[in-house]
């Protein structure tokens, strides 16, 4: 019925065609959904705040904020394998910042960190803040010691109170720690849900991906991020709006 295929047919595709072929398809992924990254007006945002949120911070939460890491090669390069080595994950990694709405949407991505590049630092220099408006309220883990900065902007961020050298926290501190962890728990969610279902952040990436940056200052492995990113928006949300 069909014409059987001739020998040639069988000829494997080289390592650096199969690479070209991935690294185009995610630059054309990236063009079309660089847009499903987007950061809502607050009305939009208020008129549609899950009712947790509004019990515990009114209508004033604008943002949840986490860092997560991805595995890259160990670079050759002795300069970038010390911005590369987290400390934390005892391993070269790229760092991104990653923001959800309350509603459970990203709404916000960076580029690509150097591991050892701490989440204030991200915060401060990835363009992030850019998005926040006086009375804006974000919400962070420990570690994100932003309060001036943000202040800076006429806006606050909550994080859950430190225990270190404390035999136990106040009471008022113990119930907005409690608070904070209760929603701060949706951005853990996203992110793990970026990772099971998108397997390329759970390998250990090629540093090529680290390398050529396009004219708009964006590497492989920032697009990448943001490409994982838009296709869990278009996912069930993992927050409860009730």
């Known amino acids: 019925m069909f014409p059987q295929p001739s020998c ?10 199969a690479s070209r072929i991935v690294t185009d398809v995610i630059d054309v992924m990236f063009i079309r959904m660089k847009p499903l990254i987007i950061w809502p007006d607050r009305d939009q945002l208020q008129k549609t705040m899950p009712m947790q949120f509004r019990k515990h911070f009114g209508k004033k939460c604008a943002v949840i904020i986490d860092c997560f890491e991805v595995f890259i090669e160990r670079p050759s390069n002795l300069i ?17 910042l990653i923001g959800i709405t309350p509603q459970g949407t990203v709404s916000y991505i960076s ?20 998005n926040i408006l006086p009375g804006d309220l974000v919400l962070a883990d420990r570690g ?7 202040g800076c902007r006429m806006a606050h961020v909550q994080i859950p109170a430190f225990t270190r050298g404390k035999s136990q926290l106040a009471p008022v501190d113990l119930e907005t720690t409690r608070k904070i962890a209760h929603v701060r728990i949706h951005v853990e969610r996203v992110i793990g849900c970026v990772r099971q279902k998108y397997t390329i952040l759970g390998g250990i990436l090629p540093i090529d991906f680290l390398m050529c940056k396009d004219s708009d200052g964006y590497c492989t492995i920032d697009k990448i991020g943001l490409v994982c990113c838009a296709l869990v928006n278009f996912c069930p949300s993992v927050v409860d709006f009730d």
Do not use: P
């Open 80 to 96: 970038a394998r010390a911005e590369t080595w987290s400390s934390y994950k005892h391993h070269n990694t790229v760092k991104f």
């Open 144 to 150: 994100f010691n932003i309060q001036a900065t943000l």
């Open 111 to 130: 580029n690509a960190w150097g591991g050892r590049v701490s989440d204030k630092y991200i915060t401060e220099n990835c363009g992030f803040l850019d």
């Open 8 to 17: 040639h047919m069988h000829s494997t595709l080289s390592i650096a065609t």
